[in-house]
């Protein structure tokens, strides 16, 4: 059974910093792209940012320049550096793998079960 799990999230003050990570277990065969997407509250889910496994990242707009993605190939983790946070930053943080689960031959996305991110003074 292949989880992703998070960890990292929390409460920072506008400005902050916060690391979040999310490592991918189970019966897995291949990783393929990683990446961490986020929901605030009324709204539609959002690409923050995606990481291949030849580490081409693609960042949506409102976080280009402020936050990193990367990932560890060797420990099946995905990690998220958060700079300069913003209020509107503030959301439930979900991880996300496209991956090949042993003994399947066919790439399936699993999603973690979120972390909240709250921005606030």
């Known amino acids: 059974q292949v989880q992703l799990v998070e960890s990292g999230g929390g409460l920072v003050q506008p400005g902050g910093s916060l690391r979040l990570s999310c490592a991918a277990s189970g019966s897995i065969a291949i990783i393929g792209a990683m990446g961490w997407y986020r929901q605030a509250p009324g709204k539609e889910r959002e690409l923050v940012a995606t990481v291949t496994s030849g580490a081409s990242t693609n960042y949506g707009d409102s976080v280009k320049g402020r936050f990193t993605i990367s990932r560890d190939n060797a420990k099946n983790t995905v990690y998220l550096e958060m700079n300069t946070l913003k209020p509107e930053d503030t959301a439930v943080y979900y991880c996300?793998?496209?991956?090949?689960?042993?003994?399947?031959?066919?790439?399936?996305?699993?999603w973690g079960q979120g972390t909240q991110v709250t921005v606030s003074s």
């Open positions: 996300n793998a496209d991956l090949i689960p042993a003994p399947l031959i066919t790439y399936v996305s699993y």
